[in-house]
Nanobody
Framework: QVQLVESGGDLVQPGGSLRLSCAAS????????MAWYRQAPGKQRELVAAVTGLTSPNYADSVKGRFTIARDNAKKTLYLQMNSLKPEDTAVYYC?????????WGQGTQVTVSS
């Protein structure tokens, strides 16, 4: 019943920007954690950014100062603003929502940073 729909992935040049969105539909309530992960070819999936409750967001060291995670609780939507993109940011980006009891994944959206 729960579905996460992602959008915003694209091909961009180094130094460019993108904003990813992830909207939840269905019977999901009391979302505790919203997060973005990414997986590059040949690499394991890694946490990019996350926000839990009223705490400050946390970021992977590789994206600090460049990426910003934001959420709209009323719309059950998560965003990732990505600035100063680098080729090493190329990956499939996945959103993840967790309640106190369950977790849900989006389908992934491709971000390619290349000249």
């Amino acid at each position: 019943q729960v579905q996460l729909v992602e959008s915003g992935g694209d091909l961009v040049q180094p130094g460019g920007s993108l904003r990813l969105s992830c909207a939840a539909s269905g019977s999901i309530f009391s979302i505790y954690t919203m997060a973005w992960y990414r997986q590059a070819p040949g690499k394991q999936r890694e946490l990019v950014a996350a926000v839990t409750g009223l705490t400050s967001p946390n970021y992977a060291d590789s994206v600090k100062g460049r990426f910003t995670i934001a959420r709209d609780n009323a719309k059950k939507t998560l965003y990732l603003q990505m600035n100063s993109l680098k080729p090493e940011d190329t990956a499939v980006y996945y959103c993840n929502f967790r309640t106190l009891t369950e977790g849900y994944w989006g389908q992934g959206t491709q971000v390619t940073v290349s000249s």
